[in-house]
């Protein structure tokens, strides 16, 4: 399909990469003090990139070839900028898109009251304008470039309340945390020019499938970005802090898009990790392991959104291991492709029906906390489907999605991964078994606290439906909460047509009825076991009838905090110390008092050939005479 007004797709894709950059300029440079402006021109933009994506990547037209122009030259070091634009890249860019246009639209609602509305949206407009530069970008350094700039933009949007002492903090440890695994990232970045001489994804992936050694401490280092970006453990404590930021920045940053940035990144550079099968075996067991320490820590909470965000955790965790289970050998595969990229498909699939469903829910929470006055306590809710029906009936979409009700999108995401578990690893497929049934768990949880039942606070007893700039995105995110899981067949062909098949051809299926059968069973066990608990909801269930068990989750949720508080708090109060010494010794010892000492003896010694006596003076002046004239004679 030929593109419109006659563009070339290299400039279609570099105006959707543009358009936000321009709107945050504008913004910042003429709209500062025009909040509601501002938010209009912000939210138009972020259609007309969502227009520009879509055209791409419906369109058919692929950027393959080589795309880029030369921008810095140190020695045999260039830094080029280049666009790469397959079914990959398509796939993430439509994902950034819609979810990004969603949130703008919700937002105009949500931040209506908000005094700073335009650094607001101009912060997601800088925020989209580096999420789609990670997404185009053909080689690492400038995946890097647009990297820093999105934890740059979180930082942002996380710190937007910045009067709260509690967001300035989480925006500081969100910033913090991140640049430890992108410092990992950078020498990863670097230790690839220095083997390969490229850092090109192309002559990258070409090196690896064609037979290079790859050795296993390049794609961890590469790793370390993505645990950091995508909050793996033991990077992964700053994704529940960062929950101080407005609502719709959660869905859109640490929901949907940034965070799967990390897992976006890894499937750019899965030849790699191919190449180098123990790298990703530390991949598949550091996945797994967050998605059942997430999945423990979310049935603790009472916040909304920190239940939401332990949830996502989870789900990133799901996609990690998916990766790290790697590749497959399929029989069913068409000829001459014996080998199914299955991780990186399970992966990207997951993600995908994952950016759909939880940013609905993100929404959906926003929703309710703005129809129940900022009130964010799940045990002061209830009652909220007879006040909120619209917000109810979508946000039981998202929690049957992500819990796997069959036909639903969550469904066949989850189940693929499942399946390629059971497939290359027993213990991990028991594992993420395990939390598959916890998810169910605590979503119902949440779900019936929140919507059933009565009244339990003056907050939710004068709750109120949302108005339709926040009930329209809802809507259209539960529908892509349905269909989006709708890859193959005639649904899929009304879906997505055949413009991903590039991604999805890789995703592993699962044969017969036991898919079907084991996701009923998951679904029944743990939404079956959240009712049975939390029948009276005033208090929390689980804390009073299992007390041991609640104590111990509580303090699994605390124990990374509480060793980086203790540790990193001794370390840099030593280090302060020893700061602080070497200070005193160098700076204001010896290159303060030290110069002051010599000089003032040099000024005692000048002041003792100063005394005022012309005898003294014509001696002085005749040895002077004498020295230079010894001097002239040799």
Same mark, same amino acid.
């Given at each position: 399909?030929?593109?419109?007004?006659?563009?070339?797709?290299?400039?279609?894709?570099?105006?959707?990469?543009?358009?936000?950059?321009?709107?945050?300029?504008?913004?910042?440079?003429?709209?500062?003090?025009?909040?509601?402006?501002?938010?209009?021109?912000?939210?138009?933009?972020?259609?007309?990139?969502?227009?520009?994506?879509?055209?791409?990547?419906?369109?058919?037209?692929?950027?393959?070839?080589?795309?880029?122009?030369?921008?810095?030259?140190?020695?045999?070091?260039?830094?080029?900028?280049?666009?790469?634009?397959?079914?990959?890249?398509?796939?993430?860019?439509?994902?950034?898109?819609?979810?990004?246009?969603?949130?703008?639209?919700?937002?105009?609602?949500?931040?209506?009251?908000?005094?700073?509305?335009?650094?607001?949206?101009?912060?997601?407009?800088?925020?989209?304008?580096?999420?789609?530069?990670?997404?185009?970008?053909?080689?690492?350094?400038?995946?890097?470039?647009?990297?820093?700039?999105?934890?740059?933009?979180?930082?942002?949007?996380?710190?937007?309340?910045?009067?709260?002492?509690?967001?300035?903090?989480?925006?500081?440890?969100?910033?913090?945390?991140?640049?430890?695994?992108?410092?990992?990232?950078?020498?990863?970045?670097?230790?690839?020019?220095?083997?390969?001489?490229?850092?090109?994804?192309?002559?990258?992936?070409?090196?690896?499938?064609?037979?290079?050694? @790859? &050795? !296993?401490? =390049?794609? $961890? /280092?590469?790793?370390?970005?993505?645990?950091?970006?995508? #909050?793996?453990?033991? +990077?992964? *404590?700053?994704?529940?802090?960062?929950?101080?930021?407005?609502?719709?920045?959660?869905?859109?940053?640490?929901?949907?898009?940034? @965070? &799967? !940035?990390? =897992?976006? $990144? /890894?499937?750019?550079?899965?030849?790699?990790?191919?190449? #180098?099968?123990?790298? +990703?075996? *530390?991949?598949?067991?550091?996945?797994?392991?967050?998605?059942?320490?997430?999945?423990?820590?979310?049935?603790?909470?009472?916040?909304?959104?920190?239940?939401?965000?332990?949830?996502?955790?989870?789900?990133?965790?799901?996609?990690? #291991?998916?990766?790290? +289970?790697?590749?497959?050998?399929?029989?069913?595969?068409?000829?001459?492709?014996?080998?199914?990229?299955?991780?990186?498909?399970?992966?990207?699939?997951?993600?995908?029906?994952?950016?759909?469903?939880?940013?609905?829910?993100?929404?959906?929470?926003?929703?309710?906390?703005?129809?129940?006055?900022?009130?964010?306590?799940?045990?002061?809710?209830?009652?909220?489907?007879?006040?909120?029906?619209?917000?109810?009936?979508?946000?039981?979409?998202?929690?049957?999605?992500?819990?796997?009700?069959?036909?639903?999108?969550?469904?066949?995401?989850?189940?693929?991964?499942?399946?390629?578990?059971?497939?290359?690893?027993?213990?991990?497929?028991?594992?993420?078994?395990?939390?598959?049934?916890?998810?169910?768990?605590?979503?119902?949880?949440?779900?019936?606290?929140?919507?059933?039942?009565?009244?339990?606070?003056?907050?939710?007893?004068?709750?109120?439906?949302?108005?339709?700039?926040?009930?329209?995105?809802?809507?259209?995110?539960?529908?892509?909460?349905?269909?989006?899981?709708?890859?193959?067949?005639?649904?899929?062909?009304?879906?997505?047509?055949?413009?991903?098949?590039?991604?999805?051809?890789?995703?592993?299926?699962?044969?017969?009825?036991?898919?079907?059968?084991?996701?009923?069973?998951?679904?029944?066990?743990?939404?079956?076991?959240?009712?049975?608990?939390?029948?009276?909801?005033?208090?929390?269930?689980?804390?009073?009838?299992?007390?041991?068990?609640?104590?111990?989750?509580?303090?699994?949720?605390?124990?990374?905090?509480?060793?980086?508080?203790?540790?990193?708090?001794?370390?840099?109060?030593?280090?302060?110390?020893?700061?602080?010494?070497?200070?005193?010794?160098?700076?204001?010892?010896?290159?303060?008092?030290?110069?002051?000492?010599?000089?003032?003896?040099?000024?005692?010694?000048?002041?003792?050939?100063?005394?005022?006596?012309?005898?003294?003076?014509?001696?002085?002046?005749?040895?002077?005479?004498?020295?230079?004239?010894?001097?002239?004679?040799?």
């Amino acid at each position: 399909m030929p593109l419109p007004f006659g563009t070339s797709p290299i400039q279609l894709a570099l105006l959707v990469l543009l358009l936000p950059l321009a709107s945050a300029t504008l913004i910042a440079i003429a709209l500062r003090r025009q909040g509601n402006i501002a938010a209009l021109f912000s939210t138009l933009v972020s259609v007309a990139i969502v227009a520009g994506a879509l055209t791409l990547a419906f369109s058919g037209v692929r950027i393959t070839e080589p795309a880029s122009v030369e921008w810095l030259r140190l020695g045999d070091f260039t830094l080029s900028l280049g666009f790469r634009f397959d079914d990959l890249a398509a796939l993430m860019l439509s994902i950034v898109g819609v979810v990004g246009v969603c949130v703008h639209v919700f937002s105009l609602g949500y931040m209506s009251d908000d005094g700073a509305k335009a650094r607001y949206f101009g912060g997601l407009s800088i925020f989209m304008f580096s999420m789609i530069g990670i997404v185009l970008a053909d080689n690492l350094f400038m995946i890097f470039i647009f990297w820093e700039l999105v934890g740059f933009s979180s930082w942002l949007l996380i710190n937007h309340f910045c009067d709260k002492q509690s967001a300035a903090d989480a925006a500081k440890k969100a910033f913090i945390t991140n640049r430890v695994g992108d410092f990992g990232f950078l020498l990863g970045i670097i230790a690839c020019h220095a083997v390969f001489g490229t850092v090109n994804l192309s002559q990258l992936a070409a090196l690896a499938n064609g037979g290079a050694a @790859v &050795a !296993a401490f =390049i794609p $961890m /280092l590469l790793f370390c970005g993505a645990i950091g970006k995508s #909050a793996q453990m033991p +990077l992964h *404590v700053w994704l529940p802090d960062a929950m101080e930021g407005p609502t719709p920045v959660s869905a859109l940053i640490h929901a949907a898009t940034m @965070v &799967a !940035a990390g =897992i976006y $990144m /890894l499937c750019r550079i899965e030849p790699l990790f191919a190449a #180098a099968p123990d790298a +990703l075996d *530390v991949v598949m067991w550091i996945g797994t392991a967050t998605a059942l320490y997430a999945a423990l820590c979310a049935i603790t909470q009472r916040d909304i959104k920190k239940v939401l965000a332990y949830s996502t955790l989870s789900q990133l965790g799901y996609m990690v #291991a998916a990766f790290g +289970l790697g590749r497959i050998i399929d029989p069913e595969a068409p000829a001459g492709q014996t080998v199914l990229l299955a991780g990186l498909g399970a992966a990207m699939f997951h993600l995908t029906t994952h950016a759909f469903f939880k940013a609905l829910m993100f929404l959906g929470s926003g929703s309710v906390i703005h129809g129940c006055h900022h009130e964010q306590d799940i045990f002061k809710m209830g009652g909220l489907a007879k006040k909120m029906p619209v917000t109810f009936i979508t946000f039981t979409i998202g929690v049957l999605a992500i819990s796997g009700l069959p036909f639903i999108s969550g469904f066949y995401s989850k189940d693929a991964i499942l399946h390629l578990a059971q497939e290359k690893s027993q213990p991990v497929f028991l594992i993420l078994l395990v939390t598959a049934v916890l998810t169910a768990f605590y979503m119902v949880r949440m779900w019936k606290l929140v919507f059933l039942g009565s009244t339990r606070s003056h907050a939710s007893e004068h709750a109120h439906e949302s108005g339709p700039s926040m009930i329209i995105p809802l809507a259209v995110l539960a529908l892509l909460s349905v269909a989006g899981g709708w890859t193959t067949g005639r649904l899929g062909s009304l879906v997505y047509g055949s413009h991903f098949d590039g991604v999805w051809s890789q995703i592993p299926h699962a044969h017969g009825a036991s898919v079907l059968l084991m996701s009923v069973a998951i679904l029944v066990l743990g939404a079956g076991l959240a009712l049975a608990f939390y029948k009276s909801a005033p208090t929390d269930s689980l804390e009073k009838n299992a007390r041991p068990v609640f104590t111990l989750l509580a303090a699994l949720k605390n124990s990374f905090d509480g060793v980086y508080n203790y540790y990193v708090g001794k370390v840099q109060q030593r280090f302060a110390l020893l700061l602080n010494g070497a200070e005193m010794l160098l700076l204001s010892g010896l290159a303060v008092r030290g110069l002051a000492g010599v000089t003032g003896l040099f000024g005692l010694a000048a002041r003792a050939l100063h005394t005022g006596s012309l005898h003294a003076y014509v001696y002085w002046f005749l040895i002077g005479a004498g020295l230079l004239w010894a001097l002239a004679a040799n």
